[in-house]
């Protein structure tokens, strides 16, 4: 079974930065696109930024703020986040989907990190 286990978040004050981290338990490589969502209370859980074969795509919310990489010898996938607003308050979830011509689209999720951005 998969397993994606997020670290990084915490308290911050606006302005200020933070770098999520999700390892996962098997390559990367084997992932079609992996990404992180985030959920603020009473709102749906929403897709934040993207990388799919070194292409990425952001929410418009977050572009030229946050951004998303891989340590590909790590198995890891990062989101640095800049210029914190406290709409960016949520839950962050690592997510890593994987394709298969049999069974379609399998999506793994991490266990969720909190964001609070507050002074």
């Known amino acids: 079974q998969v397993q994606l286990v997020e670290s990084g978040g915490g308290l911050v004050q606006p302005g200020g930065s933070l770098r999520l981290s999700c390892a996962a338990s098997?390559?990367?490589?084997?992932?079609?696109?992996m990404g992180w969502y985030r959920q603020a209370p009473g709102k749906q859980r929403e897709l934040v930024a993207a990388?799919?074969?070194?292409?990425?795509n952001y929410a418009d919310s977050v572009k030229g703020r946050f951004t998303i990489s891989t340590d590909n010898a790590r198995n890891t996938v990062y989101l640095q986040m800049n210029s914190l607003k406290p709409e960016d308050t949520a839950v962050y979830y690592c997510?890593?989907?994987?394709?298969?011509?049999?069974?379609?689209?399998?999506?793994?999720w991490g266990q969720g990190t909190q964001v609070t951005v507050s002074s």
């Open positions: 990388i799919n074969s070194g292409s990425t």
């Open positions: 997510n890593a989907r994987r394709i298969s011509r049999i069974y379609g689209p399998s999506d793994y």
């Open positions: 098997e390559s990367i490589f084997s992932f079609n696109a």
